[in-house]
């Protein structure tokens, strides 16, 4: 189970309970800190909690759900990714790496808060009918269409973030997610986002309202069309 549960206002600086903290717990929160500190002014339902042993399916960091709250929950202690997922990148460079991941997961809080989980875009129609033999392969296609969606929508947001907050790490910071999608994505699997990450190459395109998780909704509207018709 979950060990530590901690109010945002104590993280702000990341130093709450910095006993019960492991360093790289520490430099995880602090970097992500910037990115709780705006969850707060949008007034989104974000616990964070740090478990006391990472489990072997367990990602570094990840959004979960219960009870109307977001739980971004933290798996560094005994997780071989926490390290090898930054290994290729210079210390001083991964913090900004870590916000960017921390803005991808409260995005998909933004997303639950907005009521819009698993919605298409404003304007768009899925056309045509998927079909299978199997209903339950066709459950599933249907699942992992719209686990695609929000993790292309969380990887825009994430860039939209960078873009206002560190802008001089957008190349470095799409470089990466760019990388880490090629290297690790099946297929049209969940998390599929390879399209839109290439369509957000260029920083310029990223909306300009200022607000990082609005700023995602246009070019998430561009993603490639045939994903919005199989």
Excluded at 22 to 36: F, G, H, I, K, N
Excluded at 67 to 82: D, E, F, T, W
Excluded at 199 to 227: M, N, Y
């Amino acid at each position: 189970m979950f060990k530590f549960l901690f109010p945002l206002a104590l993280l702000a600086g990341a130093t709450a309970q910095a006993a019960e903290l492991t360093a790289l717990e520490q430099r995880w929160l602090q970097a992500a800190a910037p990115v709780l500190a705006y969850s707060q002014t949008l007034k989104l339902p974000v616990d964070v909690i740090v478990q006391p042993q990472a489990r072997p399916t367990d990602v570094p960091l990840a959004m979960g759900f219960d009870r109307g709250r977001c739980k971004l929950v933290l798996s560094l202690r005994g997780n071989p990714q926490a390290e090898t997922m930054l290994a290729a990148v210079p210390a001083e460079r991964q913090g900004e790496l870590i916000e960017a991941m921390a803005a991808h997961e409260v995005a998909h809080c933004w997303r639950h808060a907005q009521g819009a989980w698993n919605a298409l875009p404003a304007g768009f129609v899925e056309v045509g009918e998927e079909t299978a033999a199997d209903p339950r392969l066709l459950a599933a296609s249907k699942a992992l269409r719209a686990s695609r969606r929000e993790e292309a929508y969380a990887d825009l947001a994430a860039l939209a973030w960078t873009r206002h907050r560190n802008p001089g790490a957008y190349d470095r910071v799409h470089g990466w997610l760019e990388t880490i999608r090629n290297r690790q994505t099946v297929a049209r699997g969940g998390h599929d986002t390879r399209a839109w990450v290439a369509l957000a190459r260029d920083a310029r395109r990223i909306g300009q309202t200022g607000a990082p998780f609005e700023d995602a909704a246009p070019l998430w509207r561009e993603g490639p069309l045939q994903d919005w018709r199989h």
